[in-house]
DNA sequence: GACACGTCATGAGTATGCTCATATATTCCA
DNA sequence: TGGAATATATGAGCATACTCATGACGTGTC
C-alpha cells in the first residue's frame, strides 16, 4: 500500500525532475562556455541522464534555449504588468521597462545569446523546424506590445501606422539586442541611452501620426 | 616552351575556375533543395571535385552563402550610384531604391535565404567564426548609406540623431528583409508599401530633427 | 501480488560539416 | 630538361546533433 501511493504520480514527478535538470545543466554549460560549445552530450552527462534522453524533451539543442527565452519574456512582462508606478506612465517608459527587464534577465547569459537568440527568435522561415513554438512566444510578445500602444493611443485616434507599429517593435527588439550585445560601454549605458532616445522619438511619431 | 607557356599561370586559372564552379554548384542547389538541405558532399559532387576541396576555398558553408550576399550588396550599391535620376533625388527615394535592387536580386533564392541569411549577416559575436568578413561587408554597406545620408543632409544640419541612424538602417534592412521573406502578398506589394511609408517616416524624422 | 500494457530511458547508429595527412600537380631553377 | 620546392586536390577520418530499435520500468486491473 505504501509502495503503491509512493509510486502514483512517479513517472510524471519524473518527467518533471528530468526537464529540470536538463534546462539546469545546458543553462549552466551555455553560461560557461557559449552554446556552440556545449555538446549535447554534454548536457546529458551533467544532468545524469543518457544523450538521446535531452531529445526526449527537446526537439532539438535550440529548443532548449529557446525553452530560456519563453521564461525571460514571461517575466518582463509580469515585470511591467506588476509596476504600479508604470499604470499611467507613457508609452515611451512602459516599452523602456520592458526592454530593461529583458536585458537585465538576460545579462548573465550574455555569452550565449548571440548566437543562440536570432536562430531561435525570428519569424519562422518555411525551412526552419522550430517555427511553431517560436511562432507563439512572438505572437505572445506582440500581442501584449500591441496592449500597451492601445492603453495609450485609444483605438479611434490610431493611424494606419499604429497596425504595423508591433511588427516594427519586434524587429527594433531585435535591433536593441544586437546593439545591447556589442555594447562595450560600462554598465551597458550605451545601450540605455539609445533606448531611451529612440523610444522617445518611435512614440511620438506614434502620436503626431494620428488622424 | 609551348608546354612551358601554356603551363604558365595554369595554376591561377585553374583556381578561378574551380571557384566559379563552387559558387555555381552551390547556388543552384541552395535554390532547388534550400540552404540546409544542401550538403557539402552535393555541392562537391556538382562541382566535380573532392569535397575538401571546397574548404580550401571557402572556410564554411555559410560563407559560400555569403559570397552570395557580397555580390548582392555590391550590385545594389551600383544600381544607385550609376542611376542619374537619382542623383537629385530625396534620401528617401534613394534608399527605397537601394532596398528595392536588393530585393530584385535576392527573388530567385528565396528559399534559402530565410536560413541562410541572418547566421551570415549579424554583427560578429565572439562565438561565431564568420565575423571578419561578414563585419566588412556590412561595414562597407553602412558607409554607402552614411554617404547617402549625407549627401541629403549636410553634416552642419545633422542632429545627434544622425550619427546612429546608419546603424538604424542596418536593422531596419534586416526587419526589412524578415518582413519581404513572409510577404505572401502578390508581387510582394505589402512589402513595397511598407517601405514606402516607413521611409517617408524615416528621412522626414531625420530632417525634422536637425538642430 | 502478478500479468498486460503503455511510456520512457538508453546508447549504438546515422548523417553531415569540417579537418588533416598524404598524394598529385605545378612552378622554379640550374 | 630534370629535380627540388611549393601549392593544391583528395578522401578517409573526426566530432557532434539527432534518430530509432530495444528493453526497463511504472501503471492499472484482476
Redesign the interface.
Known sequence: MATKRRSIGRRAQNKQEIRRRIVKAALSLFQSK????TTTKAIARKAGIAEGTVFNYFKTKEDIALHFFEQEVDQAMAAVRNNPRLRKAPLEEKLFALLNSQLEYLAPYE??I??AL??AL??A????PFSHRAQELRHRYLGFVEELIEESIPKRKQSQ?TF?AP??FW??Y??AL??W??DSSEGKQNTTA?LD??LT?GAS?LRQ?RR
Request: glycine share 12%.
Open positions: 557559449g552554446f556552440d560549445a555569452r550565449f548571440g548566437a536570432i536562430h525570428k519569424p522561415s518555411p525551412l526552419g501606422l504595423f511588427e516594427v524587429i527594433y531585435l535591433g544586437l546593439y550585445l556589442h539609445f532616445r529612440s522619438i511619431v501620426a
